[in-house]
């Protein structure tokens, strides 16, 4: 299973110069508990945006750099497709960015996971439009703004219609 995940503003902004443009702690929990133990695939600017790989997770870097310099224990391909190619086929896989990853997998994914951030961003990576057509949304969970959470945000699951 191939599943999305991602946190978007109302926009569908993603980030801004290769960073986050919000700190929400839930958020962050929440995408370590579902993806741990898994593959995850993402472009090779939002591996760089990393500080260093992410904890007990299988690291595909998708890039058309020929001789990229990348860490023990990540696999490097070029394209999409090969990506997907070295998941295990029996387990669930995640995207997990950046903006044109996402939208070149949308319509390979089963299931998209996506943290709506209710606010609007100037960005300039964005997250693509969800065609109501091909997606059921299954579960939604609101939370509210706090000390620790500068805007309100829903849990969004969606999967294929």
């Known amino acids: 299973m191939l599943t999305i995940i991602a ?3 109302e926009n569908n902004a993603l980030g801004k110069d290769n960073d986050l443009v919000w700190h929400l ?3 962050f929990k929440r995408f370590k508990a579902l993806t741990t133990g898994h593959y995850i695939i993402m472009g090779r600017k939002t591996f760089e945006s990393f500080p260093k790989p992410l904890p007990n997770r299988t690291h595909i870097i998708i890039t ?3 001789d990229y310099d990348f860490p023990e224990g990540c696999i490097v391909v070029s394209s999409l497709k090969k990506a997907i190619e070295t998941c295990p086929k029996d387990e669930e896989s995640f995207i997990i960015g950046g903006g044109q990853i996402y939208k070149q997998s949308i319509d390979d994914a ?8 209710h606010t609007t961003i100037d960005a300039d990576t964005f997250f693509p439009e969800i065609d109501v057509k091909k997606w059921k949304l299954i579960n939604e969970e609101f939370h509210s ?3 620790k959470h500068q805007y309100d945000f829903t849990y969004l699951t969606y999967v294929k219609a």
């Open 145 to 147: 703004k706090d000390e």
């Open 110 to 117: 089963d299931k998209i996971e996506l943290t709506r951030v």
């Open 25 to 27: 702690p839930d958020d």
């Open 64 to 66: 058309r750099q020929k």
């Open 7 to 9: 946190a978007a503003s």
